[in-house]
């Protein structure tokens, strides 16, 4: 299995993950152009990927999404709650919307892919466990970390997770007081400090790579992330990478580089 992420940040998330002939992307919130050169730069076309699992509805989720329904017929999946309110504001997601129930593994090619719940400022969010030639798993935009949590992303090979915003970044940046409050709520989003905890946890329970993502552009650097999750995993054996906020990074077994596109 090969994981290749386009962007993961507060401007926009999108990653692409391939096993032998399936290529799947996980939410796509970016462009629908700047995906088609991502992938054309991964060696594919848009009618090579066989279906988009959603995440939530939140525009840096979803964002792309429209542009592409009306290029090609990309199947969507996604827990009942995100696919009514993707329906209700795309109406061309109608026809392709396959509705997922998490904890339920189901088939997509040669994959086999389970939703698990996240806690955030929306009805209903999920991470993605998906195992193949390979295990990955994802879960940002969570403001806490909850057995389901636990239980989606161990023993995953390589895991990304949030790494959204250093504290002190945070609690002096520029944001309006109701802002700060909701990120750091049990519904917002991990801060540095909490995600360097999970991967600790993660690093125990297996994980071999973690991937710094959802990282905010005004209340954190990737070299803050890294240092204060690479000292939670000194002597793990586990590796700590960020992902891109714009080109792309592509994980295989054994080795990682990070691509300009």
């Known amino acids: 299995?090969?994981?290749?992420?386009?962007?993961?940040?507060?401007?926009?998330?999108?990653?692409?993950?391939?096993?032998?002939?399936?290529?799947?992307?996980?939410?796509?919130?970016?462009?629908?152009?700047?995906?088609?050169?991502?992938?054309?730069?991964a060696g594919l076309d848009i009618r090579d990927i066989g279906g988009v699992l959603i995440t939530h509805e939140h525009s840096d989720h979803v964002s792309g999404l429209k542009?592409?329904?009306?290029?090609?017929?990309?199947p969507l999946y996604a827990p009942h709650t995100v696919a009514a309110r993707?329906?209700?504001?795309?109406?061309?997601?109608?026809d392709c919307m396959h509705v997922i129930r998490?904890?339920?593994?189901?088939?997509?090619?040669?994959?086999?892919?389970?939703?698990?719940?996240t806690p955030h400022d929306t009805d209903e969010s999920v991470g993605y466990r998906v195992e193949g030639d390979g295990v990955f798993a994802l879960a940002t935009d969570m403001g806490r970390v909850t057995e389901e949590i636990l239980a989606g992303l161990s023993g995953a090979d390589t895991v990304l997770i949030e790494s959204n915003h250093d504290l002190d970044m945070?609690?002096?940046?520029?944001?309006?007081?109701?802002?700060?409050r909701r990120i750091l709520s049990d519904r917002g989003h991990l801060s540095n400090a909490d995600c360097a905890s999970l991967a600790q946890e993660l690093a125990k329970r297996g994980a071999g790579t973690v991937?710094?993502?959802?990282?905010?552009?005004?209340?954190?650097?990737?070299?803050?992330?890294?240092?204060?999750?690479?000292?939670?995993?000194?002597?793990?054996?586990?590796?700590?990478?960020?992902?891109?906020?714009?080109?792309f990074l592509e994980i295989e077994v054994g080795e990682a580089r990070a691509c300009s596109t």
């Open 67 to 74: 542009t592409l329904l009306r290029q090609a017929e990309i």
């Open 86 to 94: 993707l329906c209700g504001f795309l109406p061309e997601a109608v």
């Open 211 to 247: 991937i710094l993502g959802h990282l905010s552009r005004e209340n954190n650097r990737p070299d803050i992330a890294l240092r204060e999750t690479q000292a939670r995993l000194e002597g793990s054996g586990a590796r700590v990478l960020c992902a891109p906020v714009w080109g």
């Open 102 to 117: 998490p904890g339920t593994p189901f088939g997509l090619g040669r994959l086999t892919v389970t939703a698990f719940h």
């Open 170 to 180: 945070l609690r002096n940046g520029p944001y309006p007081a109701a802002l700060k």
């Open 1 to 41: 299995m090969k994981c290749t992420v386009f962007a993961s940040g507060s401007g926009g998330n999108c990653l692409l993950l391939s096993d032998g002939g399936t290529h799947i992307l996980l939410d796509a919130g970016i462009s629908a152009r700047r995906i088609r050169q991502s992938l054309c730069a």
